[in-house]
């Protein structure tokens, strides 16, 4: 089965800028869950998606938005970008319902966006 | 709120040295799970464990092993033999049982095997 694929892998922006990164699941997870990581703050939750809702959101600005499409892919998009922003943001995908048989979340490769 | 906390930010041993990764956390929550990750240098982060609170039982797998300890709220990672490959970041992670896709990291410990 194939893993969690994150694209694109690499990319380079200038500060007001806006991107859109991407995020395809397991195959039958329904949950996407989206973490930014940087030296200074660490691994931090940004928001989780499930069934096309945002179930869950982190402690981040307005400019940090997403989606979820019907085949559980996900979309997150980062507005006026500032330099702040760069970051590895790795997406991470999960079967069940939480509360259920609980849920282990799988990363996928991440995406390392440097802004200038 | 929750909290994860790994005290050691870098451990460096030799090759066949027994490690131990601490982790401590902070939560209201009588129920959740508790993670370990592995991130090698790739970027991408591997899944080794989950634990639920309900399970205070220590877990073997081959070299590694975990204990965990509700009462000093503490789940600490050994790792037995060390290899070269085992040189990676380890993270520990808790999140609540009801919201497991949102998890709370700790800061991380970098670990490195020398030969």
């Known amino acids: 089965k194939a893993g969690v694929t994150q694209t694109p892998r690499y990319l380079i922006k200038t500060r007001g800028q806006q991107v859109t990164l991407s995020c395809s699941p397991i195959s039958g997870h329904r949950s996407v869950s989206w973490y930014q990581q940087t030296p200074g703050q660490g691994l931090q939750f940004l928001f989780e998606y499930f069934s096309e809702t945002q179930r869950n959101k982190g402690n981040f600005p307005g400019r940090f938005s997403g989606r979820q499409f019907s085949n559980s892919r996900s979309e997150m998009n980062v507005s006026t970008l500032e330099l702040g922003d760069s970051a590895l943001y790795l997406c991470?995908?999960?079967?069940?319902?939480?509360?259920?048989?609980?849920?282990?979340?799988?990363f996928g490769p991440g995406t390392r966006l440097l802004v200038l | 709120a929750q909290k994860v906390t790994q005290a050691q930010t870098e451990i460096s041993v030799v090759e066949k040295e027994d490690v131990t990764l601490d982790c401590v956390y902070e939560t209201r929550d009588t129920t959740y799970y508790l993670f370990w990750y592995k991130q090698p240098p790739s970027g991408e982060l591997v899944f080794l464990i989950r634990r639920n609170s309900f399970d205070e039982q220590n877990e073997i797998s081959g070299r590694y092993s975990w204990n965990f300890q509700k009462s000093t709220s503490s789940f600490n990672f050994t790792i037995t033999a060390s290899q070269v490959v085992d040189s990676a970041v380890y993270f520990c992670a808790l999140s609540e049982y009801t919201n497991a896709g949102k998890s709370t990291f700790g800061d991380g410990t970098t670990l490195t095997v020398k030969p």
């Open positions: 991470a995908s999960s079967l069940a319902l939480a509360g259920t048989t609980g849920e282990t979340q799988y």
